[in-house]
């Protein structure tokens, strides 16, 4: 049976996210008001009764001097990826896409491939026998998520060079995630590690106080975002960008963006962004101080954010993504380290694909984006 496809308008794209349980935040169509500098367009399958049975968010990044685009569909898109006639999905978005001007398409399709629970993590750090997480055997795997990489693959499709840091990628390809359905709060905290646990019980102890904010409390968070981003050595976003994020995804959903604020004496210490689409949560941005760090507001602020997931019905925390490192020497270990301590699991997706609608140009585009 063949599927049609076409530009919808946001509302149906809207009311299609939300007769799922779950999208990712990246396919909502706000999420294309986040990203100003790209021309974005909501497309949709209809199967043969006209039913809306798939939807994306394409984000167009246009080449320097040339009417030719990247088109990016981050996390998405939002179909059936274990329908064995995927085709019958990718051709007609391949051919809209090419009409459209593009001549290169990225997607990440949002498909787990395998999860390893944190105490198979921590034995393998004790003994420090796996460099990698894919060293190690996993306690699930999804063996449909193996015969959509083969179709793509003989449809033509390239995997993202990832090198298995996981952060090759533009979105990331390891990413760990707290199960909160059929889990209780008590069940969720004895989860978590010794460390953890104290952590939050010292937060506690010392008066550390975390509040929700509203956009007014923005620049608080940015401020302790820009000494984040000093101390680990990476570029911040401008405050401008949160504004932004805030006004674009509240006004589609109250709910689908929230700011908290760990306190203590009156002072912010701790600030994070949480994202919520369906059932899934993020915690999407964090920041904090250098000092006080004793009165652990890091974790105190966490624990009020999974309490509040798990309030709004949410069936998974995500706190995004880790490197898939296992070795303690290495820059990105402290990542995994420290989410592991949740007592979740890390998860691997398939990574990002990309087609080359004109090979040429893709090539240049890839030579461009290595030399930066």
């Known amino acids: 049976m063949s599927l049609r496809l076409r530009t919808i308008t946001r509302e149906e794209h809207l009311a299609f996210i939300r007769s799922r349980a779950s999208a990712s935040h990246m396919q909502v169509p706000s999420w294309g008001d986040v990203k100003a500098e790209w021309r974005t367009e909501s497309i949709g399958w209809f199967d043969q009764n006209n039913q809306l049975v798939g939807a994306?968010?394409?984000?167009y990044r246009q080449l320097p001097k040339v009417k030719r685009y990247?088109?990016?569909?981050?996390?998405?898109?939002?179909?059936d990826w274990?329908?064995?006639?995927?085709?019958?999905?990718?051709?007609?978005?391949?051919?809209?896409?090419?009409?459209?001007?593009?001549?290169?398409?990225?997607?990440g399709p949002p498909v787990v491939i395998r999860r390893w629970n944190a105490p198979t993590i921590k034995e393998a750090i004790a003994?420090?026998?796996?460099?990698?997480l894919r060293d190690i055997e996993a306690d699930w795997y999804e063996p449909r998520a193996f015969e959509v990489a083969d179709r793509l693959r003989k449809a033509g499709w390239l995997q993202g060079e990832d090198g298995g840091a996981g952060f090759g990628d533009v979105q990331p390809r390891y990413v760990f995630q707290v199960p909160l359905a059929n889990r209780s709060l008590d069940d969720i905290q004895k989860g978590f590690n010794q460390l953890w646990r104290r952590n939050i019980k010292k937060a506690e102890k010392s008066g550390v106080e975390v509040v929700q904010g509203g956009y007014d409390e923005l620049p608080i968070f940015h401020q302790l975002y820009l000494v984040t981003a000093e101390r680990d050595r990476f570029t911040p976003r401008p405050l401008s960008y949160f504004q932004?994020?805030?006004?674009?995804?509240?006004?589609?959903?109250?709910?689908r963006m929230r700011l908290y604020i760990a306190y203590h004496e009156g002072e912010p210490l701790a600030?994070?962004?949480?994202?919520?689409?369906?059932?899934?949560?993020?915690y999407s941005y964090g920041a904090s101080?250098?000092?006080k760090r004793e009165v652990k507001p890091s974790n105190a602020v966490q624990w009020r954010m999974m309490r509040d997931a798990y309030a709004l019905g949410g069936g998974v925390y995500d706190l995004r993504g880790i490197s898939d490192t296992l070795d303690e020497n290495d820059h990105l270990f402290g990542l995994i380290q420290f989410k592991v301590g949740t007592g979740g699991q890390a998860a691997e997706y398939l990574g990002e694909w990309d087609f080359p609608l004109n090979k040429l140009l893709h090539k240049a585009l890839d030579l461009y984006m290595s030399r930066r």
């Open 289 to 291: 101080a250098n000092h």
């Open 56 to 59: 994306g968010l394409v984000l």
């Open 127 to 132: 003994a420090k026998e796996a460099k990698r």
């Open 82 to 107: 274990f329908d064995r006639d995927l085709d019958r999905w990718l051709q007609p978005m391949l051919a809209h896409l090419k009409s459209q001007g593009a001549f290169s398409v990225k997607m």
């Open 271 to 282: 600030a994070t962004t949480m994202l919520v689409v369906g059932e899934h949560v993020w």
């Open 70 to 79: 990247l088109a990016y569909l981050p996390e998405g898109p939002v179909i």
């Open 244 to 255: 932004r994020m805030w006004q674009a995804l509240t006004a589609e959903d109250p709910n």
